[in-house]
């Protein structure tokens, strides 16, 4: 079982599923999908316990594709086709004529498929108009629903999430964050999450700071037609930090720590107002975030320089926003690629994937880079994720490439391990600690690399060797 996420407040390559797409039906033409909520439709019933969207059931679907307009009566689609492909890279049926088959072929299949971000929150962080973004109160209802379909089936449960975003801390300490942990220590349950594709975007800088006064100068250099971006640093505590900007032309905001409500200032040289916000963040740890918004940024280079306010050896991290969110080009000038996992990708117990190439094994050169903000060694391993078969629209197939594609197939390989532990009874106390762990265990490591690493983590899936090591001991 499955699911297509998406992002909060963030990044998000479409949703849904192409129901009546030949790869996810039996061989007698009935459907393998268990169920879809279509959150975006509000013309059906919404499922149990919930109080909006539409859900449509096996049944329905059924139902729908042996009548002349399928659409008429199961509505649900998936406009930019990220959902179809994954599921099908994941689950899909095999089609000998196109020489496809996905990772579990005879796996069920739920899929959520997301609203979109409120409109308010699509015009504070500059979202534009054609980007697709997602909120992360909207995720977590959907991970409850997926949870909720498999016990009423009494079935295990993998989660695939294809999504991710930069706004965050990065060191998966985020209340979605604990509620993937949550899901994923459980019996019968796995999560395996995209690390992103941020990794070359120079969208990430670390920064130590040196103390005595001084200051670390960080430069963001932002291209024409910008409208705004919001960009966030974070340093764990006991560190904290205050920051002035230098426009292009030289105005500058002083810095002056503030520590709620923020301060708006307006550069009149370049009609630009920039808003800064001091925090106190973080559910265990009580970071220090500071968010900068700029709204219609001037093109040139921006300097943020940040001052230690203490004697205590202080690092920070800076994440500008992902290039699907950004009206323009804007990036740092001196980046860190290391670090560019996506959020939720950080969190502890779900498996992280990064992507590679199968042709030659070379790490995919977006593949967001460890290790989390705090140190965790990050992603967990590596999968195919590059020129990867899968279904696209109209019963064609195309090839893409991502972390989200990685993602999915090894979703798939989790569903296998799944179904031989628990649905064929050889090892009925599997669970997704002991799945991650197997899988690393089994995982191909080549030897002048040392692991784990920051693109490959513990290695590339091999679930062949995860096997293997069962069949031997």
Known sequence: ????????????????????????????????????????DQTGTPPENFIYGSEYLDTQ????????NPKELVPTDDDEGHGTFLASVAAGSEKA???????????????????????????????????IAYQENDLMAGLAYLDQIARKHYMPLVVCLGMGTNLGNHTGVTPLGSVLNALAVR?????????????????????????????????????????????????????????????????????????????????????????????????????????????????????????????????FHMWLPMRELLSGEVFFARPNPDTTLTVPSTAVVPISVGAYDPRDNSIYLRSGRGYTANGIAKPDLAAPGVEILGAGFRDQFDTRSGTSIAAAVTAGAVALMLEWGIVRGNYSEISSIEIKNMLIRGASRERQRAYPDKAFGWGRLDLYQVFEDFRIR
């Open 1 to 40: 079982m499955r699911s297509r996420g998406a992002s909060l407040r963030s990044h998000g390559t479409g949703a849904g599923i192409d129901y009546a797409n030949q790869v996810f039906r039996n061989s007698d033409g009935s459907t393998r999908i268990l169920a879809i909520w279509d959150q975006s």
């Open 61 to 68: 679907i059924n139902e729908a594709l042996n009548s002349k």
């Open 97 to 131: 004529e196109e020489d496809f088959i996905g990772v579990a072929p005879y796996a069920r299949i739920a899929m959520v498929k997301l609203k979109p971000a409120k409109q308010n929150l699509r015009e504070f962080f500059f979202i534009p108009e054609d980007a």
């Open 187 to 315: 019996n019968e349950r796995a999560v395996v999450t995209a690390v992103g594709n941020d990794a070359a975007e120079r969208h990430h800088f670390f920064g130590q700071a040196e103390g005595g006064g001084t200051y670390q100068n960080v430069e963001i250099s932002v291209g024409e037609g910008v409208t705004g971006f919001v960009m966030e640093m974070w340093a764990s505590a006991p560190q904290r930090f205050n920051v002035e900007i230098v426009s292009p032309t030289g105005e500058r905001m002083p810095r002056e720590y503030i520590l709620s409500g923020g301060r708006e200032y307006d550069f009149l040289f370049e009609n630009t107002k920039l808003t800064v916000d001091y925090r106190i963040s973080g559910i265990l740890d009580g970071s220090q975030i500071v968010v900068l918004r700029f709204q219609t940024p001037t093109q040139g280079i921006w300097s943020i320089r940040v001052f230690q306010e203490s004697e205590i050896s202080a690092q």
